[in-house]
C-alpha cells in the first residue's frame, strides 16, 4: 500500500509520516548490515576446526572378485565388457570386496560400478576403453551444470555407496577418437597425421572432427541439452558429439579413488555429482593439451571432499569446484562445501585451482594448501558470469607456488566469455539485482609465490555487484608483465604484498574501487608510476607502509578519482 500511495501520490498525513518512518527504519537496516558486513571481512580468518570438511572413507570386504574367473583375457583384441561387468555385479551382490584387474592389457566397453565394490588394478594393469564409439549408448544425464545427453561413460555409478578405484594401475578413456582438434594445437607434421588418419575437417580446415556425427554437433545450436519432449533418438544423429565423461559418479557416498592413473578422456576426466564423502588420493591425471573440455576433475554439488596428494596436467581446468548453471542450478540448490585441497601439482592446464564459471548453487567453505602450478594458464581462477547466481564464499588458501603462468596468477573474473569483456571502466552499466547475480566475497588468500605471469593479480566485479571481502597477505609476485588490475570492488585488504612486474605504468591500477587497503607494500625503486586511480565511485583507498615511499607524482588520478579518495600513511 506504502508503494502504491507513494507511486501516485495521493498520501493521507498519517502514511506519509509511516513512509517516512519506514524509510528511516530500512536506511538503519541497512546500515547495521553495512556495518555487520564490513566487521565480517575484517574478521575473516582461517578455520580452526576442519572437522566438517572430513569425508568418511569406504571400508570393504576382503574377498576378492578376479576378472579372469569371468572370462576376461588380456589379449588387446577381446571384449572384456561382460566379464569386468560380471565380476563386479558379482561382488556386489555378495555383499562387496575387490574387484581385481590383474596386470595386463584389458580391453573394454563402459561399465558401471556397484555399491561396495572396490575395482583394484594392480601394477601393470591397463584398463583400456575401447575406441569404438558404438559401444557407448546414449543416456540423460548433466553436463556443464544443464540436464544433457551424453553417451555413457566409460566407468559410471549412480546411488552407489562405498565404492572406490584403487591400486597403480591406468585407466585410458580412448579419448582421441572422441576429441575434435584444433589445427593450432598441433605441430604441423602431427596435424598431416591426424587429417591423414580419416575424419572430417571444419569448413574453414582449422578443426579436425573424427566424424560426420561429430562436425554436425558442433554446428547444432544447444547440442546435448535436453528438452522437453525429447526422447533419446532425437540425440542419434549428432552422438558422436556427445563426448563422455571418462568417470562419472552421480549421488553416490564413501567414494575413494586413490593410486590410479586416469588418462586421455573424452570430454571431462573425473566429475562427481551430487555425492557425499569423496577422497582423492596419491592419483595422477592425464590429457593431451589439445583435449578441449578436458578438465582435470570436477566436483560439481558435493559435500566433503577431499583432494590430496595428486598431479593434474590437461588440457582444461585442473582442479575445478562447480554447483550446476544458471536457473538449473539454482533450482537445484545444491552447493559444492566442505572441500579440502592439499599437497597438489598441477601443470599444463587452463587454470590449476577453479571455482566456476557453473557455481549457480553456490560454493562455500573450501580450504586449498601446499599446492603447486607450472605451465598452467591461469592459477588461482574465481570464474563467473551474469545469470549465473550463486554465492561463493568463506574460501580460504594457504601456501601456493606458482611459475611461468600464462595469464594470470590471480584472477577473480565476473565477466567470464562476456563480449564486452567490462572494459573500458564506465561503459558497462550495472544491472538490476536478482537472484542472477552472481556474488564473489569472503576470501583469504596467503603465502603465495609466483614467478612468471602475464598478471599478478586481476580482479574484476560487476557494477552492481563488486567482488567483496577479500583479504591477501604475503603474496610475492615476481616476473609478471603487470602487476595489480583490479575494477569494482569492495572491502579489500592487501598486507605484506611484493608487486614487480615488467611493466611499471603503473604498478596498480585501480577503477571504480571502496574500502581498499594496502599494509606493507613493496615495489620497484625505477617503478614509473605506482598508482593509476580512475571512477568517480572510488574512495577509502589506504596505504600503510610503502617501499619505497611514494611522491605525489607517483599517483594519478582518471575518469572522476581524485586526490581526497587516496590517503598514504605520514604523507
Known sequence: MLYNTARYGFQPVFLKRKAKLFRLWLIGLFVFIGCITRASAQELSWPKDLSAYQPAVPRFRADTFDIRRYGAKADGRTLNTQAIQSAIDACSVAGGGVVLIPDGFWLTGP??????????????ALLQFTRDRDQYPLVKTSYEGLVAVRCQSPISAENAENIAITGAGIVDGGGDAWRM???SKLPPDAWKQLVASGGVLSADGNTWYPSEKSLLGSQTPDAGVWKTGMQLSDFERIRDFLRPNLLKFTSCKKILLQGVTFRNSPAWCLHPLMCEDLTVSGITVYNPEYAQNGDGIDVESCTRVLIENSQFATGDDGICLKSGRDEEGRKRGMPTQFVQVRNCVVYHAHGGFVIGSEMSGG???????????????????FKTTRGRGGVVENIFVDGVVMENIVHDAILFDMYYMATNAAEPIGEVKPMPVTEATPVFRRFLIRNVVCRGAQRGIYIRGLPEMPVQQLKLEHIALADTRQGLICSYARQLKFEDLQLFPLQTDPVIDLAQVRDIQFDILHYAPDARLLLRLQGAESGNIRFNHLFPAPSDRMIRYTGGASRAMVEVAGK
Open 363 to 381: 560454493v562455500h567453505d573450501v580450504v586449498v594448501q601446499h599446492c603447486t602450478f607450472i605451465g598452467a594458464d591461469n592459477g588461482l581462477r
Open 181 to 183: 582438434v584444433k589445427k
Open 111 to 124: 561399465i558401471v560400478l556397484k555399491s561396495g565394490v572396490d575395482l583394484h588394478l594392480q601394477s601393470g
